[in-house]
């Protein structure tokens, strides 16, 4: 069997400005025909390592291969060969004025592609990314979510063997946003595309992302495929970067076979755990793993943990609510609006929120 070799690959990579290091990455490796989401908040490092990667920028220190052979500090000729065989896509879509078709064409021209042959390809990736017809509007009229997949069809032309987006849809509403994700994940799946997929946003993430990293400080916090991430993360940060919207200090006080007790605030509640019994832990839970009931309710199920509170905050997310009960310790429920409105729920009213002992996840041991 071949060893599957990365596209990309990066080691010991590190770049400062001035005496600040940005990014310190031990290792990195894109693999021919995944979606890698680098994930992060602002300010992180994902439009560095980006960057660095397409050989826009050289690293302070370390090595980038691409396609087994080192391409770090080439110049000239040599690196725009190996650049040209990626393609870039930013937040705000580079075309430049014109009409569609002049832009999609535009790296197959500077390619001395065939007239003809150059006409069969755009308007086949015009058709890939749904802008079949439109290849003589001009920029200038295009929306927001039109000129994105512009610049997605003038990035495929090229075909290129890895496509580096960053951050592509933080601009458009949340509609087109949402739309354009799903075309475009369909998209790379069908074409078997290599890409890297910058973004800060967890949901987009977890929807793109065949794997994630996320990046802290230019450091790796962790990476892993997008069920570890949401569902084990491995710090506070990355809990609460994820969504675990409720993390709690908790001591076990004792476990049996796998389930643990966890005093969270002088409660108990039921986990899963493997620790010792008396060490101090780090818990999260998901909002939307707990559910609310009236008081007296029936029907806990499965649900180990039962807390009785009172809904102290009720805050609309459009067809969600976040609902903050004090139990007496605050927990937030994700709800829907559906639910709320047949719950009667509002500030003030007792509830039981109820959880399962696997939505207790420890995070940090
Ligand atoms: P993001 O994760 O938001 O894309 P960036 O990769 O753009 O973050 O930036 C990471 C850090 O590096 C930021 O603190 C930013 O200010 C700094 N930085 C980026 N580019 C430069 C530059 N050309 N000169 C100095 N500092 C920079
Ligand atoms: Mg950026």
């Known amino acids: 069997m071949v060893e599957p070799r990365p596209v990309l690959e990066a080691r010991s990579l590190r770049k400062s400005y001035g005496e600040r290091v940005v990014l310190d990455v031990e290792e990195l490796q894109v693999m021919r025909g995944e979606v890698l989401v680098v994930l992060g908040p602002s300010g992180s490092g994902k439009s560095v390592m ?21 391409v770090q500090g080439l110049k ?21 004025r014109g009409n569609v078709e002049d832009n999609i064409s535009y790296g197959l021209r500077v390619r001395r592609m065939h007239a003809a042959e150059r006409a069969r390809r755009v ?15 001009y920029i200038a009229t295009l929306s927001g979510g039109e000129a994105q997949r512009a610049a997605l069809a003038r990035a495929l032309a090229i075909r290129p063997e890895v496509l580096l987006l960053d951050e592509p849809f933080a601009s458009l509403d949340a509609p087109t946003r949402r739309t354009l994700q799903e075309e475009v994940k369909r998209l790379l ?19 793109l992302g065949d794997r994630i990293i996320l990046l802290k400080d230019g450091l790796i916090e962790q990476a892993g495929r997008p069920r570890d991430i949401f569902y084990e ?5 990355v809990a609460g970067f994820v969504g675990f919207d409720n993390i709690y200090q908790a ?64 805050e609309f997310r459009g067809p969600v609510a976040r609902v903050t009960v004090a139990c007496p310790f ?20 007792e509830v039981q929120a109820r959880f399962k002992a696997t939505a207790v996840v420890v995070i940090e041991p």
């Not at 000239?76 to 430049?96: H, K, N, S, T, Y």
């Open 50 to 70: 980006l960057r660095i990667l397409n050989l826009l920028e050289e690293p302070t220190h370390g090595t980038v291969s691409f396609d087994g052979a080192e």
């Open 76 to 96: 000239g000729r040599e690196r725009v060969e190996v650049a040209r065989r990626m393609a870039l896509i930013f937040q705000d879509p580079l075309l430049f």
């Open 123 to 137: 308007s086949e990736v015009m058709e890939l990314v749904r802008l079949g017809g439109m290849g003589q509007k």
């Open 189 to 207: 799946t069908d074409l078997g595309m290599t890409a890297v997929f910058v973004t800060h946003d967890q949901e987009e993430a977890a929807r």
């Open 233 to 237: 993360p491995k710090s506070e940060f």
């Open 251 to 314: 001591r076990i006080t004792c476990t049996e076979d796998g389930l643990a007790t966890l005093e969270v605030d002088g409660h108990e509640l039921e986990g899963v755990c493997a620790s010792d019994s008396g060490s101090l832990v780090k818990v999260g839970i998901r909002p939307e793993d707990v559910t609310l009931a009236r008081m007296g309710d029936a029907g806990a199920g499965s649900a180990r943990n039962v807390l009785n509170g009172t809904v102290s905050e009720v």
């Open 330 to 349: 605050p927990l937030i429920a994700l709800i829907t609006r559906r639910s709320l409105e047949e719950l009667e729920l509002d500030v003030g009213v």
